[in-house]
Nanobody
Framework: QVQLVESGGGSVQAGNSLRLSCVVS????????MAWFRQAPGKDREFVAH????????YYASSVKGRFTISRDNSKRTTYLQMNNLKPEDTAVYYC????????????????????WGQGTRVTVSS
């Protein structure tokens, strides 16, 4: 059974940084695109960023571009989300996600593009 486990969430003040991690149980996912989504209180889950299996291609939501960086270390089966200059509107539960198979390159920013999900890690940013 494939498992994705996020960690690194917490409570910080605006302007500070956090790094989230997502460890996958199955090395097969090392060849898959990985993504981060988030769900703020009372809102739908939204796309944050994704990264190709090599790490050579990334794509970001406009709301986080320039502040967040997605990366991965396949030797550790881990995907990261470095979040800098955090804002109160970044407050959400953050989820990592993987598709059910290798996907063609392109923009994969829909929940329906992904099959495996972690349990989420909460990020709270205070002003």
């Amino acid at each position: 059974q494939v498992q994705l486990v996020e960690s690194g969430g917490g409570s910080v003040q605006a302007g500070n940084s956090l790094r989230l991690s997502c460890v996958v149980s199955d090395r097969t996912l090392n060849t898959y695109t990985m993504a981060w989504f988030r769900q703020a209180p009372g809102k739908d889950r939204e796309f944050v960023a994704h990264i190709s299996w090599t790490g050579g291609s990334t794509y970001y939501a406009s709301s986080v571009k320039g502040r967040f960086t997605i990366s991965r270390d396949n030797s550790k089966r881990t995907t990261y989300l470095q979040m800098n200059n955090l804002k109160p509107e970044d407050t959400a539960v953050y989820y990592c996600a993987a598709p059910s198979r290798v996907m063609n390159t392109g923009i994969l920013d829909l929940e329906s593009d992904y099959h495996y999900w972690g349990q989420g890690t909460r990020v709270t940013v205070s002003s």
